[in-house]
């Protein structure tokens, strides 16, 4: 995952943030993608949220929590 974040926010350089952290309410994953074209931040903070729940995923197969 952290190489998953430091890729989009090498892209997005100084123009823009990623930020993504544990749910302190819910047993989700929040993403947070900031910067300055609306289409290219969306498919960053999409991309990052597959990458996670392919994680998860893969973790939940190996019993791992």
Same mark, same amino acid.
């Given at each position: 995952?952290?190489? #998953?974040? +430091?890729?989009?926010?090498?892209? =997005?350089? &100084?123009?823009?943030?990623? =930020?993504?952290? !544990? $749910?302190g309410? &819910?047993? %989700?994953?929040?993403?947070? %993608? *900031?910067? &300055?074209?609306? /289409? /290219?931040?969306?498919?960053?903070? *999409? +991309? #990052? ?6 994680? !998860? !995923? /893969? =973790? +939940? =197969? #190996?019993? &791992? $929590?």
């Amino acid at each position: 995952v952290k190489t #998953l974040v +430091q890729a989009v926010q090498t892209t =997005l350089g &100084e123009r823009g943030r990623v =930020l993504v952290r !544990a $749910s302190g309410t &819910e047993s %989700c994953v929040r993403v947070m %993608c *900031e910067g &300055e074209v609306h /289409d /290219d931040i969306q498919m960053h903070a *999409e +991309q #990052l949220a597959q990458g996670i729940a392919a994680v !998860a !995923a /893969d =973790l +939940q =197969l #190996l019993g &791992e $929590s």
